[in-house]
């Protein structure tokens, strides 16, 4: 409810109290108060825990208005009655109950050792968190990792506790039962926050595992102001909020409800130390719930409880248990390390090593004439996409980024508009309209080509405005990964659009060959064309899907990026570039004539000895080529003999005059 009345543009309130648990999620919506209030006032709250409530990025996003702490309510009527003392470690809590129990079981039936709190809500979390950091090494040692002999070792001992002291049913007892022991007195040792209870209870810290080292967690509400209201309901805020995080208010509030102040200094202070036992306030060992930002908390919190309590409650192995929920902390990625990584590693080396191969091909006299169908120029473009194109199967190696995210696209949308428009540019040529636009056009290809590559341009640098975010997937019973994901509605509306571009380039080349499918001169390029255009169409179409859906598998992810990935940016070129050549060199076909006819205008004559039809045409593709092979120039009048028996085909300077 709170960060949706954040998200709003039109926000309804000025100032925000909330639980610091949320401190990472609401923080940054909230006014760096390290701004606005006095170096002195934020000095007060520096020390001690308030750091950790409250700084969320190096900003202090909020302040403490309300702490709750964890104790161990210990009955003195019991313990004095047995020469007991209130314990200090977790082996003497479980030294003392056993003792104590034992003699007591035939006088009170209704008497338990030790309540736990391990219940199923968020009370279980902060047992659980705070009996943790109860069993670091020493004083100044930070939480543990999870993972780690520290961890399995207070565990092991949380669960030998439950069994000899308690049972199941015992430690997951939830609030409503802990209150009814701390009223009627029935048991020896309770846990729960800091409340007034039945007098026989005497507060005390919390065990540790050994004797000086304890810890509580902290509950409570933390207050911020959010910082897109304006600037005169912001000073507003502030003078608010800086009186009742005053050490003053703050004082008076302490000594009229005896609830913990987090400005440390106040526990120096004679007047507070009269009516609140400032030495036992001194010696509480807080730690705060600080779970990862991205996560949701309430979510993390369940998943942090369920999976330890699969060990305690329950029959599965605790180093298992502990890597089940160690695992949502992770984000997995493939790297060229892994199986899968290695294997498509290889599978790319091998593919680039066929493309830089393949440039050599035009090269080879006995194929250089299938080429011929595009200017020189032309291929270098389609050639350039290609390698463009080639580039996105590399993106999905290595950890989730920004600028990955952005490659992805600019690879998609730039390498295919190169790799495709000069063979959109060259069946253009092969249409003859008199169509006035349809010749210009014709006539500017170049420009045609570039114009297409401008939209491009646009469209990516309004991505580029509105920046991908990483969206974290979070797998239950599996690992987590990153992924790419829109941030706003422009980046999104952009993206669409670029892939609705795309598709119309396919889409045009792919009519564009299908009417050309039974021209007698271009039917065979027509028909390579058709079978590599269909497979980037459909490739294209699988990544827009997986791009829209979750699979829940990084594997399985990355494997079908890559095998789409690869299909979209090679097929064009293998099937186009490497094969069709191969294949009409191997059925002995001339293809030079054929190019020639199909490119009809009025700067060739062709003139049929059978028919003496004379047929005008304009062929640029080839007389640019016939520069390339040796071929006698134009511009010197010179015949030009083809392999044809039929058809004499002679050249001539059209006088502009």
């Given at each position: ?48 825990i ?57 006088n ?6 030790f ?16 009996y ?13 990792s ?7 070792n207070a ?18 007892q ?9 009223n ?24 540790g ?13 933390s207050i911020?102001?959010g ?13 608010i ?30 007047d507070?130390?009269?009516v ?10 807080f730690?705060p719930r ?21 060990y305690?409650y ?10 089940e ?13 892994d ?27 006995n ?21 463009l194109?080639f ?8 950890p989730?980024?920004v600028?990955k ?7 998609l ?7 495709l ?11 003859h ?15 045609v080509?570039?114009g ?26 599996g ?29 045009i080349?792919q009519?564009?060959a299908?009417?050309?499918?039974n021209?007698?001169?271009?039917k065979?390029?027509?028909?390579f064309l ?6 980037v169409?459909?490739s ?27 299909l ?20 002995k ?18 003139i ?8 005008n ?7 640019k ?27 001539q300077?059209i006088?502009?005059?």
């Open positions: 409810m709170v960060e949706k009345l954040l998200k709003s543009k039109k926000r309804k309130y000025d100032i925000y109290f909330f639980e610091y648990i949320y401190n990472s999620r609401f923080g940054p919506y909230f006014i760096n108060l390290g701004e606005y209030l006095p170096k002195e006032h934020i000095d007060m709250y520096s020390e001690g308030t750091p950790q409530l409250c700084i969320l990025n190096e900003k202090w996003v909020s302040l403490p208005i309300k702490i709750s702490y964890d104790v161990l309510y210990c009955n003195m009527d019991l313990l004095e009655k047995y020469d007991k003392t209130i314990p200090e470690t977790w082996d003497e809590l479980i030294e003392t109950s056993k003792y104590i129990m034992d003699k007591e079981k035939d009170d039936t209704d008497l338990i050792s309540n736990g709190l391990y219940d199923y809500t968020e009370t279980g979390t902060v047992s659980l968190y705070e943790i950091y109860s069993n670091r090494d020493s004083v100044n040692s930070p939480f543990p999870f993972v780690n002999e520290t961890v399995i565990l092991e001992k949380l669960k030998y506790m439950k069994e000899k002291i308690a049972s199941d049913e015992q430690f997951q939830g609030t409503l039962y802990t209150l009814g022991k701390l009627d007195g029935k048991a020896l040792f309770i846990k729960y926050w800091n409340v007034i209870p039945n007098p026989v209870y005497k507060m005390s810290i919390l065990p595992i050994k004797k000086g080292i304890s810890g509580s967690t902290i509950g409570g509400q911020g102001i910082n897109d209201i304006g600037d005169k309901k912001i000073n507003a805020s502030v003078k909020l800086e009186y009742i995080t005053s050490k003053e208010f703050r004082k008076n509030i302490t000594l009229e409800t005896l609830e913990y102040s987090t400005i440390p200094s106040l526990y120096d202070d004679d507070i130390c009269e609140v036992d400032c030495k036992f306030m001194k010696s509480i060992q730690v600080k779970f990862p930002p991205e996560y949701p908390y309430d979510v993390y919190s369940k998943e942090f409880r369920s999976s330890i309590y699969e305690l329950g029959d599965k192995p605790i180093i298992e248990a502990l890597n929920f160690d695992n949502l902390n992770k984000f997995y990625s493939i790297s060229f390390s199986s899968i990584g290695k294997a498509f590693g290889f599978i790319l080396g091998i593919i680039a090593l066929i493309l830089i191969v393949s440039l050599a091909l035009p090269f080879i006299p194929l250089r004439k299938y080429y011929k169908v595009l200017y020189l120029d032309f291929w270098i473009y389609s050639i350039f996409g290609t390698f194109m580039g996105l199967c590399f993106v999905g190696y290595g989730v980024t600028i995210c952005h490659l992805k696209v600019f690879f949308s730039i390498g295919l508009s190169f790799n428009m000069p063979i959109i540019c060259m069946f253009n040529k092969s249409i309209k008199k169509d006035i636009l349809w010749q210009t056009i014709k006539k500017q290809s170049y420009f080509i570039m297409v590559l401008l939209i491009n341009n646009i469209l990516y640098m309004f991505i580029l405005k509105e920046p991908f975010t990483i969206d974290k997937i979070f797998v239950k019973n690992k987590n990964y990153n992924r790419c994901k829109s941030r706003s509605g422009l980046n999104r509306f952009c993206f669409y659009l670029l892939m609705i571009l795309e598709t119309l380039i396919i889409l080349t009519w564009l299908f009417i050309k499918r021209n007698i001169y271009l065979k390029e027509s028909r058709i079978i590599s255009l269909y497979t169409l459909l294209l179409i699988m990544i827009f899907i997986l791009e829209t859906v979750n699979i829940n598998d990084y594997n399985i992810e990355f494997i079908l990026f890559e095998v789409f990935y690869i979209f940016s090679i097929s064009n070129h293998f099937i186009f570039f490497i094969i069709r050549p191969l294949w009409l060199r191997y059925k076909i001339d293809e030079e004539l054929e190019y020639l006819k199909a490119f009809r205008s009025n700067t060739f004559s062709y049929n000895e059978n028919t003496n039809q004379i047929m045409s304009k062929s640029p593709i080839y007389s080529f016939s520069l390339y092979t040796n071929s006698q120039s134009l511009m010197n009048n010179r015949s030009i003999v083809l392999s044809n028996p039929n058809a004499l085909v002679k050249s300077v006088n502009p005059s």
